[in-house]
């Protein structure tokens, strides 16, 4: 999930793997597969790189789930 902020202040998570698409028009607005839509006062290139930064501890979790224990 990442957290961002409604224009009202009220932060909220989302699951990444539900966005759709990103607009900026000016204000920022997040379309999920299913229509809901939601603007944050996040930036379009703020909601990117979150996504991105979610994406890479899922990645790293993974990586370090499958290390073996005592490097044997």
Known sequence: MIVLTR?????????PDLIERI?????????LVDGATFVVAE??????ESVVEFRARVLATAADRRAPEGGD
């Open 43 to 48: 930036s379009m290139d703020a909601v990117i």
């Open 7 to 15: 224009l009202n202040r009220v932060r909220f998570a989302v699951n």
């Open 23 to 31: 607009q900026e028009t000016p204000d920022t607005t997040l379309v």
